[in-house]
């Protein structure tokens, strides 16, 4: 027999998609500050029909906060060296 899978079990398990209070928390920084990122285009995000809700996926928010990696100086230091080796082969 097959038991049925109702839309509380699914959400409950795997969660997708965030309002802005919880993009804000899962990013470290204010809800004003969200708002702000998704005004400018800065993360994407997804309006409901209304336009009035912000939803945001996790995905995109991972993606953001990968993308904006800054470098330690040693590290950047090694790739120029290693440019630089590269050029003078």
Do not use: C, W
Not at 6 to 21: A, E, L, N, Q, T
Not at 66 to 89: F, G, N, R, S, W
């Amino acid at each position: 027999m097959r038991k049925e899978t109702s839309k509380k079990d699914i959400s409950s398990d795997i969660v997708k998609y965030v309002r802005v209070k919880q993009a804000a928390e899962f990013l470290g920084v204010s809800v004003n500050h969200v708002y702000r990122l998704a005004e400018r285009r800065l993360i994407p995000h997804y309006k409901s029909r209304g336009g009035k809700v912000l939803y945001f996926a996790l995905s995109d928010l991972e993606a953001y906060v990968t993308d904006t990696y800054v470098m330690p100086i040693a590290e950047a230091q090694q790739q120029v060296d290693t440019q630089l080796i590269k050029a003078a082969l």
